[in-house]
């Protein structure tokens, strides 16, 4: 079965809209404990995983969808400087 990628990504696109129209913000400074960026990160390997097994199953949108968020979650804690990495295309540049 081929993936319909126009379908999933206006899902998506409909999702994060709807996220982001209810999106409140809230009082600052947060306390954030260690436990909490630890699950982010056991997320993000979970995703990355789970974007190896789809591009081994041959679903490579789901593949691409995956890793993207694993993405977004690794930027999410390095741009709250609560993790501190390099992408390797900012190593070369």
Partial sequence: MTED???RSRRYIAAVET??????????????????V????EVAKRYLS???YYGET???VTSL???SYAEGLLDALRFLKL????????LEA
């Fill in 58 to 60: 041959g679903k490579d």
């Fill in 19 to 36: 996220a982001l129209s209810g999106l409140k913000s809230i009082t600052m400074p947060v306390i954030i404990a260690r436990r909490d």
């Fill in 5 to 7: 990628a126009k379908e």
């Fill in 83 to 90: 993790g501190e990495f390099s992408w390797p295309q900012e």
């Fill in 50 to 52: 789970d974007s190896k």
């Fill in 38 to 41: 630890e699950r982010v990160v």
């Fill in 65 to 67: 969808a995956s890793i």
